[in-house]
């Protein structure tokens, strides 16, 4: 079954620190992966996405994701970490067959200490 | 402008009671999603929709019903049968798995 894992609950950064956020999936075939961010009380806006080509994609807000497919990881990153960046990160890949949808990681909860 | 609206923002249920949440969007897509938040357990899909009058079961819609008149609208109920109903809701629109489109989310409190 697809599944996705983020090791880590919560991550306390500085501010201009940089930032790498673990994904690990498991999916039968080639994944469509994707990093949302999601303020407080707010819905989900996609940072990137992965479907094929080049193994480091580039998002918005200055984020980057590295897909590795013989580790099974698409982990985000940002070499400076701003305060605006506090969030939760949700990692999430698609999932095929019968119906389409995406599958969510539990979540990572950012802080950044000024 | 597009988007994808949710209403209301906040909903407060009575033990026993049905409650209607409203998902609109004017994308234009043919999927529609709703997915259930809890602290540390990521989203959950509840029910989903590829087409008009079509609708499948998620992980988790047991006490939950949908229903999909139009294609702009995919309203969920959370009905006396779901025992622990207060969470987060969020609706999602979506061509294929490509990438999915959120709305701003009902908080739903049982009183």
């Known amino acids: 079954a697809q599944s996705v894992t983020q090791p880590d609950i919560h991550i306390t950064v500085s501010e201009g620190a940089s930032l790498e956020l673990r994904c690990n999936y498991s999916y039968g075939a080639t994944p469509y992966l994707f990093w949302y961010v999601q303020s407080p009380g707010q819905g989900l806006q996609l940072l990137l996405k992965?479907?094929?080509?080049?193994?480091l994609v580039q998002g918005i807000k200055g984020f980057e994701a590295e897909f590795k497919r013989s580790q099974s990881s698409f982990n985000l990153r940002k070499p400076s970490v701003h305060w605006s960046d506090a969030a939760e990160y949700f990692c999430?890949?698609?999932?095929?067959?019968?119906?389409?949808?995406?599958?969510f990681g539990a979540g990572t909860r950012l802080a950044v200490h000024p | 402008d597009g988007g994808i609206t949710q209403s209301p923002k906040y909903l407060f249920r009575k033990e026993g009671q049905n409650v209607t949440l409203s998902c609109e969007q004017n994308l234009n897509h043919d999927a529609m999603y709703w997915y259930r938040q809890d602290p540390g357990q990521g989203l959950r899909l509840i029910y989903y929709?590829?087409?008009?009058?079509?609708?499948q079961k998620g992980d988790i819609a047991e006490g939950y019903s949908v229903s999909r008149e139009k294609k702009e609208s995919f309203p969920l109920t959370v009905t006396s049968a779901q025992k622990n109903p207060t969470a987060f809701y969020l609706c999602?629109?979506?061509?294929?798995?490509?990438?999915?489109?959120f709305g701003q989310g009902t908080r739903l409190t049982v009183v």
């Open positions: 929709s590829q087409i008009v009058n079509d609708f």
């Open positions: 992965y479907f094929s080509g080049d193994t």
């Open positions: 999430a890949v698609g999932a095929a067959g019968g119906y389409n949808k995406l599958i």
């Open positions: 999602a629109t979506g061509s294929g798995i490509t990438e999915a489109f």
